[in-house]
């Protein structure tokens, strides 16, 4: 299995010998937000209850990407209660 993954990755990085760096390091770029967003944003939740922020107030600075209650958790979680 570790072999065929391998195998892939290069055959990817192949193909995108035509393609602008620019071009490719933007869409790295975006499908790694996607890929390590959520957990991103749980640190920085956690980081801004541990300021004393209210969660109310976190999941409104957020654009309400993730719920109240949500956020109430990942903070509730962070603090082992």
Same mark, same amino acid.
């Given at each position: 299995m570790?072999y065929? /993954?391998?195998?892939?990755?290069? !055959?990817?990085? *192949?193909t995108?010998?035509g393609m =602008?760096d @620019?071009? +490719?390091?933007?869409?790295?770029?975006?499908?790694?937000?996607v /890929?390590?967003?959520?957990?991103? !944003?749980?640190v *920085?939740i956690c980081k801004?209850? =541990?300021e @004393?922020? +209210?969660?109310?107030d976190i999941?409104?600075?957020?654009?309400?990407?993730?719920?109240?209650?949500?956020?109430a958790?990942v903070?509730?979680?962070h603090?082992?209660?």
């Amino acid at each position: 299995m570790t072999y065929n /993954r391998f195998v892939t990755v290069i !055959l990817e990085h *192949a193909t995108l010998t035509g393609m =602008d760096d @620019g071009t +490719r390091r933007e869409l790295e770029q975006a499908a790694d937000a996607v /890929r390590n967003g959520p957990s991103l !944003l749980k640190v *920085a939740i956690c980081k801004a209850a =541990d300021e @004393g922020e +209210r969660a109310a107030d976190i999941t409104r600075a957020i654009g309400h990407v993730w719920t109240y209650d949500y956020v109430a958790r990942v903070i509730r979680e962070h603090r082992g209660s």
